[in-house]
């Protein structure tokens, strides 16, 4: 018997370009003019990050993220479901900054 067709992604996942590694550390996250909530991103990508958050972000919401031993990040909010939240980053990581980022939550 011969299967033919293609597997559902959603549009996020078919945009995503880039390589997401999980990470689990805390991080401060704030929208313009507000003050920094503290959130748990999830995993990170040169491109982007998840998160979990309180916080009700909507699409295309200019967002700044606190990751340890770094500048804020310039990101925008692409999608939420729930308390999870997909940002994509203005301006990409390094993928040394990436990977030193990884090595840090790894104890590596």
Same mark, same amino acid.
């Given at each position: 018997?011969?299967?033919?067709?293609?597997?559902?992604?959603?549009?996020?996942?078919?945009?995503?370009?880039?390589?997401?590694?999980?990470?689990?550390?805390?991080? +401060? !996250?704030?929208?313009?003019? #507000?003050? &920094?909530?503290?959130?748990?991103?999830?995993? $990170?990508?040169?491109?982007?990050? %998840?998160?979990?958050?309180?916080?009700?972000?909507?699409?295309?919401?200019?967002?700044?993220?606190?990751?340890? +031993? !770094?500048?804020?990040?310039? #990101?925008? &909010?692409?999608?939420?479901?729930?308390?999870? $939240?997909?940002?994509?980053?203005? %301006?990409?990581?390094?993928?040394?900054?990436?990977?030193?980022?990884?090595?840090?939550?790894?104890?590596?």
């Amino acid at each position: 018997m011969n299967f033919t067709g293609e597997l559902s992604m959603s549009p996020h996942e078919e945009a995503r370009n880039a390589q997401r590694k999980d990470v689990a550390m805390g991080a +401060g !996250l704030r929208q313009r003019g #507000a003050h &920094a909530i503290t959130i748990e991103v999830l995993d $990170l990508s040169i491109t982007g990050f %998840r998160a979990a958050t309180h916080l009700t972000l909507e699409a295309g919401s200019d967002v700044w993220l606190k990751l340890p +031993g !770094l500048e804020s990040l310039h #990101a925008r &909010a692409v999608w939420q479901r729930g308390h999870l $939240l997909g940002c994509e980053f203005v %301006r990409p990581l390094h993928p040394a900054v990436l990977e030193m980022l990884v090595r840090a939550v790894s104890g590596r």
